[in-house]
């Protein structure tokens, strides 16, 4: 569900008309920061339209592209969202939006902010101090496993490779208890976490939410974890911040699909 403002080819609205004719870019919003926050230096072009104690951002976009090829168009866009509002969120508080709605002008996103006021300042209280982290465990590629010379034939063989077997039972095991007091610890550090899928190695995705001045104890958790994985030939990877996009309430309109 996108933004439910004055797209484009939806009709005129008071603001439309304000914005006047001849209009050549239009504007897609893509989420708020707090309000005189400067620009971080890596982030792409973009605007700040203000709004109450906070700033829009929004960027130009391309109409006729947007409608030739719209799955395209919509993955850029969600690039562009992506890197924009990670580089605000290493030192600021962001709250992402849906991609989908296109702005005639100014006027017609201030209309729409408007109308969503209170939704807007819902979902920004309710991320106020936090940023999202994404936490992985994957099978380290890079460490190939022992393949075991077996000499074919007789008792010693087939005990072979059932030590081989049970061993690398153990190892499973094992990692799975990793997997297990990582996601633990993870967690004990969030206000709240989504469990995202696994499989084709991976034994663990995680999205947390975790206020700004948990973030070095988080941190020094998952180093310490990190190594205790490397030991079993695991990866950790922490990411973040990144704009708290999983913990917005799914069909929301302030809900996006990660990039």
């Not at 702005?103 to 920004?124: P, T």
């Not at 996601?183 to 700004?212: D, I, M, P, Q, W």
């Not at 070095?216 to 990877?237: F, I, N, Q, V």
Request: hydrophobic share 40%; glycine share 8%.
């Amino acid at each position: 569900a996108g933004l439910s403002g004055e797209a484009l080819g939806r009709g005129p609205s008071r603001a439309a008309e304000r914005c006047g004719s001849g209009v050549t870019n239009p504007l897609v919003l893509l989420g708020f920061v707090p309000r005189g926050v400067p620009a971080p230096p890596a982030a792409p072009p973009h605007h700040c339209v203000p709004f109450g104690e906070l700033s829009a951002i929004v960027i130009n976009a391309d109409t006729h592209n947007l409608e030739r090829q719209a799955s395209d168009a919509i993955l850029e866009l969600a690039v562009t969202q992506n890197s924009l509002l990670s580089a605000y969120c290493e030192a600021h508080d962001v709250l992402p939006v849906a991609l989908g709605a296109v702005f005639s002008c100014e006027a017609a996103v201030i209309e729409h902010l408007c109308s969503e006021e209170s939704r807007i300042w819902q979902h920004w209280s309710g991320i106020t101090g936090r940023a999202e982290y994404l936490v992985t465990l994957d099978l380290d590629s890079s460490i190939p496993e022992p393949a075991p010379r077996l000499q074919s034939g007789g008792v010693e063989y087939l005990r072979a490779r059932r030590r081989i077997r049970d061993d690398r039972a153990m190892q499973a095991d094992r990692r799975l208890r990793c997997a297990s007091d990582i996601c633990r610890t993870a967690v004990s550090c969030a206000e709240r976490h989504v469990v995202s899928r696994t499989g084709h190695g991976r034994l663990a995705s995680l999205s947390l939410l975790v206020r700004r001045g948990d973030v070095g104890a988080m941190t020094e958790s998952m180093e310490d974890a990190a190594s205790e994985a490397e030991k079993l030939g695991l990866l950790l990877r922490v990411i973040g911040p990144c704009a708290p996009t999983s913990f917005i309430e799914e069909g929301d309109e302030f809900v996006r699909t990660r990039a």
